[in-house]
């Protein structure tokens, strides 16, 4: 079965800091790809960063990067300078045969 | 229209009645998904559409659900003999490439559902 495991329920972070959120999974797909979304208040999910399971080099979209370890299904959000705006929930994703699996998501609070 | 959308926002209905709830995908998008995100939860798979055909609907909670979609694009998932554990928020998404094929699943905001 394929599982996507978030350890860290919550997390803080001072603003204009870096921050990591853990993301582990487990698949049996040879073709998929891995996401973060986040989840403000607003409740719509807006996506984040993607990462190809195929391309070695990790992701980066601005203040936002992946640590994709193939080997170790380990596959880990750092946001650096932190933002208020960053506040949010949120959620690990794995593409499944035609599903996403989700994790269970971190509650990121970045402080003033 | 840019993005998913979906109605109602919010719903609140009594124990026992029936409710709808809509989706319009991107325009374009071939595979359309509804998730359920109970409190605090990640999101619970439901169902999904290749085009109007749902291939697998064992994702549904009970037979109280079913779900179609028409013309290639509107989707309705409709729960019947609403209970209170079906209170939750379901939300539901689009990818340009058919389901099978990884792709970016594009979500919309979501409806509220209450069940009193």
């Known amino acids: 079965a394929q599982t996507v495991t978030q350890s860290q329920p919550e997390m803080s972070v001072q603003e204009a800091e870096t921050v990591t959120l853990s993301c582990t999974y487990d698949?049996?797909?040879?073709?998929?790809?891995l996401f973060w979304y986040k989840q403000p208040p607003s409740r719509q999910m807006i996506l984040v960063i993607r990462q190809e399971a195929y391309k070695q080099q990790n992701a980066t979209e601005n203040r936002f990067s992946v640590n994709f370890q193939k080997a170790a299904k380990s596959f880990s959000l750092k946001i650096s300078d932190s933002q208020l705006g960053d506040t949010a929930m949120y959620f690990c994703?794995?593409?499944?045969?035609?599903?996403?699996?989700f994790g269970t998501g971190t509650r990121l609070k970045v402080l003033a | 229209g840019a993005g998913v959308s979906q109605s109602p926002s919010n719903k609140v209905t009594e124990k026992g009645k029936d409710v709808e709830l809509r989706c319009d995908p991107i325009s374009g998008h071939t595979a359309l998904y509804w998730y359920r995100q109970s409190l605090g939860q990640g999101l619970e798979f439901l169902i999904y559409f290749q085009g109007n055909s749902a291939p697998d609907k064992s994702g549904l909670p009970s037979d109280r659900f079913s779900a179609e979609r028409t013309g290639g694009s509107v989707s309705t998932l409709t729960i019947q003999r609403t209970q209170q554990e079906d209170s939750a928020v379901y939300l539901c998404?689009?990818?340009?490439?058919?389901?099978?094929?990884?792709?970016?699943?594009?979500f919309g905001p979501g409806t509220r559902l209450t069940v009193l």
């Open positions: 698949t049996s797909e040879n073709n998929y790809y």
């Open positions: 994703a794995s593409s499944g045969t035609y599903k996403y699996i």
């Open positions: 998404a689009s990818s340009l490439s058919p389901a099978g094929n990884p792709d970016t699943q594009y």
